[in-house]
């Protein structure tokens, strides 16, 4: 799209602007140099029909330098380019020198400069994919007559009582669900007298109590939340738009001053593919695992929950959420899986498991005391080590009482009903595959892992549903949903 206004676009679409580029503190006049910027999801460049000064793009070490780059478009939009480093520069003689760079993210409606500094009176406008079946409000309802005509009925007030807003303590933020729609008349209105109606659903962040704060804490903040709705909706979900709101230059206006404010809109490359993600029907019962109405009472403490516990639910999951976005090698895949399980019991299981240890530590303490006591010198510290000696929680072990600790019908839904001699079979199959495809020995080694791709599919499968129960329970969703949930979706 190369002659429309880039603001009113999505991360989901693409352009190519021509403009004019130049360097912050230069002149747009006598130093702009005329150019193309291209965004296409998977990359954003800026292609030159000239190059700027090489002492600033190449550092002396001969290093491409990290550059902002400020310009104009043709349609009169301003640019921010952060993060831009030389792709290439060529120069001809007789002729003219062409540039272009590799572009990280981009800001467009303002000049924006990027920096780890708060700022006052932050707002921030941002929409998911798939936003409308996840905020499923009851916008437009139809009903039907006796002899069979449908009345359309559009209420645009209702959502209101529907929407919430969520205080996130950690982040020091306001989360509120909100909806906006435009009317638009038909431009054939003399033959035709529909009417559309364009509705968005989106959130707002603001800081708590008009507190400063950085981009760079609430666009982590939005990535956050953006894991949790993975684990929540059970898709990969990607950015379709980000504006940034912030405080512009004051005037006087005779004795009135007014305030202006700088609306930017965020572009930058999602990581997997969002025109290929799966498109979620509101109406489907099983287009995503659980439903915003399912939870709408207990969203604020599970948001809560998954913020304050954040580098504990990343070491759990992420590896298995990066699989969702970027699917890996089929061993990787399983490993990755193995890996959340292994690290969620370690970060949550084990609390039971502290409990229990605090009883038994007065206990200790009395052992080692009438130790000390009663056994010489010489072999005290002997004595005293075996009292102390715990031995570590294996991956089998860890994995084994995740199993056991299913509840019954999604246990025997996965795996069948095992006795305790198949299920400490399953636990060695998956451990020796485990070991098998980190270490690569050789597979006679490893007589019970799983070496075919079927199996180590159904494996995986197994496994991550495994991994999504504990961490939707962990956050104090209701395990009866979560149980009912995972039959109904993963394994019909």
């Known amino acids: 799209m190369g002659n429309s206004k880039v603001k009113v676009l999505s991360l989901l679409d693409t352009f190519n602007i021509d403009g004019k580029w130049f360097l912050p503190g230069q002149d747009i006049d006598s130093d702009g140099i005329y150019g193309t910027v291209v965004y296409d999801l998977k990359s954003i460049s800026l292609r030159m029909q000239g190059a700027f ?234 287009s995503m695992l659980l439903r915003r109405s399912e939870i709408k009472a207990d969203l604020g403490g599970i948001i809560n929950k998954w913020v304050s516990n954040t580098e504990k639910y990343n070491n759990s999951c992420a590896s298995y959420i990066s699989d969702l976005y970027l699917p890996s090698y089929i061993e990787t895949t399983f490993l990755n899986v193995a890996k959340g399980l292994e690290a969620f019991h370690r970060f949550f299981a084990e609390k039971e498991q502290d409990k229990k240890d605090q009883v038994l530590e007065s206990e200790r303490n009395r052992i080692i005391d009438f130790i000390k006591n009663n056994v010489s010198k010489d072999n005290l510290d002997y004595f005293i080590s075996r009292v102390n000696y715990q031995d570590d ?44 495809w980190t270490h690569r020995d050789r597979v006679d080694e490893y007589p019970e892992a799983i070496i075919s791709p079927m199996e180590l599919m159904d494996t995986i499968h197994k496994l991550r549903v495994v991994l999504q129960y504990y961490i939707l329970i962990s956050l104090g969703i209701d395990d009866k949903l979560i149980e009912r949930r995972l039959i109904e979706k993963c394994l019909r």
């Open 53 to 286: 000064d090489e002492s600033v793009t190449v550092g002396p070490d001969r290093k491409n330098n990290i550059i902002t780059i400020l310009g104009i478009s043709n349609m009169g939009e301003r640019f921010t380019l952060l993060g831009c480093s030389v792709d290439h520069m060529q120069y001809s003689y007789p002729g003219y020198p062409t540039s272009s760079f590799y572009v990280s993210k981009c800001y467009v409606g303002d000049y924006f400069i990027e920096n780890e500094n708060d700022i006052e009176d932050l707002e921030v406008e941002l929409s998911y994919l798939n936003m409308d079946a996840w905020m499923q409000y009851p916008v437009i309802n139809s009903s039907y007559s006796e002899d069979g005509k449908c009345t359309l009925e559009i209420d645009l007030l209702s959502p209101d009582s529907d929407r919430a807003k969520y205080i996130v303590h950690d982040s020091e933020l306001s989360l509120s669900e909100e909806v906006k729609y435009k009317i638009a008349n038909p431009k054939d209105y003399l033959q035709d007298e529909a009417i559309g109606v364009s509705i968005n659903r989106f959130y707002r962040i603001c800081p708590m109590d008009e507190q400063k704060i950085s981009i760079t804490k609430v666009f982590e903040f939005m990535q956050q939340y953006r894991r949790l709705l993975v684990m929540l909706i059970g898709v990969p979900v990607y950015f379709s738009y980000i504006d940034y709101s912030i405080p512009g230059e004051a005037y006087k206006n005779g004795t009135k001053e007014t305030k202006t404010r700088k609306h930017v809109r965020f572009f930058f490359s999602q990581v997997g593919d969002p025109l290929k993600t799966k498109r979620i029907n509101p109406s489907d019962p099983f």
């Open 393 to 436: 929680i294996t991956f089998g072990r860890r994995v084994k009482e995740l199993i056991k600790q299913l509840p019954e019908e999604l246990r025997n839904r996965l795996f069948g009903p095992l006795n305790s001699k198949e299920r400490n079979k399953l636990v060695t199959q998956i451990v020796q595959t485990r070991n098998y």
